[in-house]
């Protein structure tokens, strides 16, 4: 079993390799890691105090930190960022940061 830090850093490598997916589930996630959708729920709540769900949108909302800082357009940023639309991610990124992403990137200016 891998020790707390690489088992992040492979979740994070598989989550680099798919998070522009939409579509991407738990179960898909736990295939990719070569463990059981249970061992994923466990190891990802007692690492991250998040479940899987919820550590796979703080990593596309993270990842969409680097979009908007580079200026593509908030709706642009929301597909890359693997957000199945527009309205949901606005809505996952004011409650994460606070405020709407057209706000934050203004910021960045």
Do not use: W
């Amino acid at each position: 079993m891998k020790h707390g830090g690489d088992f992040i850093d492979s979740l994070n490598r598989v989550l680099g390799q798919s998070y522009t997916t939409s579509t991407l589930s738990v179960s898909q996630m736990a295939a990719r890691m070569r463990i059981s959708e249970r061992q994923l729920q466990r190891r990802v709540k007692a690492l991250t105090g998040l479940s899987p769900k919820q550590y796979l949108r703080r990593y596309r909302l993270e990842q969409s930190l680097v979009y908007l800082r580079d200026g593509v357009p908030v709706g642009e940023v929301a597909k890359a960022a693997g957000f199945s639309s527009h309205a949901y991610f606005t809505s996952c990124f004011k409650a994460e940061f606070g405020a709407t992403p057209s706000r934050f990137q203004q910021g960045c200016r």
